[in-house]
């Protein structure tokens, strides 16, 4: 089967420690792998990049055309991805910009790439400008080297905890600039209704799938081996529920935060941080002590075990 132009620009990228030729050489290009919006099937794509500060900025040009790129609608609907420039590997929200502060890096991209204009002028379509923020929030105190299933847990929980944070300050922002809106002439309130969506999606979908792993994979196996807890795994399944319904709440409650009031709103969403957190922290309390020595990555079964076993002695919990 012929290997397409894009699959050959991987390759190299990944050979050559991010320098490629062709049309791209002596550019900024990176990889993004997104997740399909229909298929939920990974999809990498080559594409140029800018720098702004610390930032990097993706424009879905297209060349022109009069549709947004496939990347760009993936992205609106999984917005963690995973970025690839030169050796480094990490993950990425992305957040397209809004209203003043898109038209600002649109104009300071084409300052770095003039091409973009001729892109913009190609089509009536608004070019997206996207913001590659990295995953980990800022002031991001993770658990240091994760060694162990423990350490991955707790690498989980404080992303998700500091995105809780950051749907709060940007929450708070939205109103800020909402109430100095006061008429004609003033200026407009900043955009941050895609920046507060992508950032509720994306922990409404890291904290399913956290779940969906913990309830399909992780208790059966500590369960296998720690019987007496039945009943905490009892109640943590039915919190995951009752989790379940709070994500809902929460994108609804962020939904209408244009038209809500803020002292109402503030007043839902810490009931809801405070019921996550509560949540997280039985978690942490109950599971870690018995993840502590559970080797993380995974440590795969070997082929040929000295005394002639099979090697998956440890198969079970270090799936």
């Not at 990097?56 to 963690?80: D, R």
Request: net charge negative; glycine share 10%.
């Amino acid at each position: 089967m012929p290997t397409s132009f894009n699959e050959s620009v991987i390759e190299e990228f990944r050979a050559n420690e991010g320098k490629v030729g062709g049309p791209f050489e002596g550019g900024d290009l990176l990889l993004l792998t997104t997740t399909g919006a229909r298929s939920g099937a990974e999809r990498t794509t080559p594409l140029g990049y800018v720098r702004h500060g610390e930032l990097l900025l993706l424009v879905g040009s297209n060349l022109g055309a009069p549709h947004h790129p496939g990347w760009y609608h993936n992205l609106l609907a999984h917005p963690v991805v995973r970025v690839e420039t030169g050796t480094r590997t990490f993950q990425a929200l992305a957040v397209p910009a809004e209203g003043a502060r898109r038209d600002e890096l649109f104009a300071h991209a084409v300052r770095s790439a003039p091409g973009y204009a001729d892109y913009q002028a190609r089509t009536e379509r608004v070019l997206p400008v996207v913001v590659l923020e990295r995953a980990e929030p800022d002031g991001w105190e993770g658990p240091g080297e994760v060694r162990t299933l423990a350490d991955k847990v707790m690498e989980v929980h404080t992303w998700l905890r500091g995105q809780l944070r950051h749907v709060r300050a940007e929450a708070d922002a939205h109103f800020a600039g909402r109430a100095a809106h006061r008429g004609p002439g003033e200026p407009p309130a900043p955009g941050l209704g895609l920046q507060i969506r992508q950032r509720c999606l994306a922990f409404c979908q890291a904290l399913e799938f956290h779940h969906t792993s913990e309830d399909g994979h992780l208790f059966p196996g500590i369960a296998r081996h720690h019987p007496h807890l039945g009943d905490t795994f009892v109640r943590l399944l039915d919190e995951h529920r009752t989790v379940g319904r709070i994500q809902a709440a929460l994108v609804n409650l962020l939904a209408d935060i244009a038209i809500a009031e803020p002292h109402r709103f503030r007043a839902e969403l810490s009931a809801m941080e405070e019921e996550l957190n509560a949540h997280l922290d039985y978690e942490e309390e109950t599971l870690l002590p018995l993840l502590a020595d559970v080797p993380w990555p995974p440590v795969p079964p070997s082929n040929a075990a000295p005394d002639g076993g099979s090697g998956a002695a440890g198969e079970d919990t270090a799936r």
